[in-house]
């Protein structure tokens, strides 16, 4: 993959550069790739203390001097950014930080708008108010048309930066990118663990496909992204083909050393709530054009006013103290027109003959580079 190393450098070099979500599979990755350009500082902001821990141990021994602020606060407490912002007065901020698990955001729909939703404002709203140089939003293909509460909090977040940076001197972007390989709560570790005892390996449905690229491929693109447009843009990352969850699986087993469906039973489980057979890179609204990376795409959705914007967060962060589970998933589908959350659940998948599936033509694991 060709990168403009150049055109990078001069962003991130001799910059103080901040990293939310920093513990996380997709935030340190980001720092190890920001690394590599010499920041004059690179601060690591978690809500949890043993990943920033670890992160920082790890960094100090390929850091080349540059110093390393490990940072304990979470996005939503405007106070703690505040005074992280003042004190240590960042010129380029990462935003990794979210609740990305998609069941569990479905059963803790108040949890997603206060991590993903009011997070990223306090965080966009500082970083406006403190004049920081350029605001990097980490986004989900699950923000297309979502069918989820994390997807449906995430095109909220992304509604609200578009419109802060309307008018504001920080230049802020979007990148939007699928799954990863290997990530936290994804399901290769799964994977992994179900084989390493035996079997048999879960598959939610024998038709669901997704996207996948690998972490250290996602997060160059996503400094590549950060160094294109004026700012509003939202970045599509080029994903390739969609790969088929069940032949994700085959090609595990047998990398792990067994025969699938003989050795190591693959079983049906049923979608589960907020999920998508399929998932989608980019709305056909977006008009999505090509930028001189061809990797990389962008397009720009409806504009919705600051105000207006400011008003639909305002409204969600008021439910989140005492708001039933329906209570608040009603409102964020009034508030992001394009999320049609499910009216009840979806018909359990039945679990089906593996061998019914064998017949699938869709890339394999192979095909994006599988980890090892």
Same mark, same amino acid.
């Given at each position: 993959m060709e990168l403009e190393e150049d055109a990078i450098s001069h962003f991130i070099h001799d910059k103080r550069v901040l990293v939310t979500g920093a513990g996380g599979s997709i935030g340190s990755e980001i720092c190890r790739q920001v690394l590599r350009y010499g920041p004059k500082e690179l601060q690591l902001l978690d809500q949890a203390e043993n990943?920033?821990?670890?992160?920082?141990?790890?960094?100090?021994?390929?850091?080349?001097g540059t110093p390393l602020v490990p940072l304990i606060g979470n996005v939503s407490n405007a106070d703690r950014i505040g005074r992280i912002i003042a004190e240590h007065q960042p010129e380029i901020i990462f935003h990794a930080a979210a609740h990305k698990h998609v069941p569990l955001m479905e059963q803790n729909p108040s949890e997603a708008v206060r991590n993903n939703i009011l997070g990223s404002r306090t965080v966009a709203d500082l970083a406006h108010e403190h004049g920081v140089e350029a605001f990097v939003m980490i986004s989900t293909d699950k923000a297309v048309n979502p069918t989820s509460v994390m997807g449906a909090s995430k095109r909220m977040a992304e509604m609200y930066v578009q419109s802060l940076a309307?008018?504001?001197?920080?230049?802020?972007?979007?990148?939007?990118?699928?799954?990863?390989?290997?990530?936290?709560?994804s399901v290769v570790p799964l994977f992994k663990e179900q084989i390493a005892r035996g079997g048999p390996v879960m598959v939610t449905h024998p038709e669901m496909k997704r996207y996948f690229m690998t972490i250290p491929e996602a997060s160059q693109l996503v400094l590549q992204s950060a160094t294109m447009g004026e700012g509003g843009e939202i970045f599509i990352l080029e994903m390739g083909a969609p790969i088929k969850i069940v032949n994700l699986a085959r090609d595990l087993i047998r990398l792990s050393g067994y025969q699938p469906d003989k050795e190591i039973a693959i079983e049906f489980s049923g979608m589960r709530p907020g999920e998508k057979l399929y998932e989608e890179i980019n709305l056909g609204s977006e008009k999505a054009q090509k930028t001189k990376h061809p990797r990389i795409w962008t397009g720009k959705h409806r504009q919705l006013d600051h105000k207006s914007a400011s008003?639909?967060?305002?409204?969600?962060? /008021?439910?989140?103290?005492? /708001?039933?589970? /329906?209570t608040v998933i009603a409102a964020l589908a009034r508030c992001v027109p394009e999320y049609v959350p499910e009216t009840k659940k979806p018909a359990e998948a039945q679990a089906l003959p593996a061998e019914e599936s064998q017949h699938a033509k869709t890339p394999s694991l192979q095909s994006v580079r599988a980890t090892r």
């Open positions: 990943p920033i821990f670890h992160l920082q141990r790890e960094l100090s021994q390929k850091s080349n309307e008018h504001s001197k920080t230049r802020f972007v979007t990148v939007r990118f699928g799954n990863v390989l290997g990530s936290e709560g008003k639909l967060v305002d409204e969600l962060v /008021a439910m989140i103290p005492n /708001a039933e589970i /329906a």
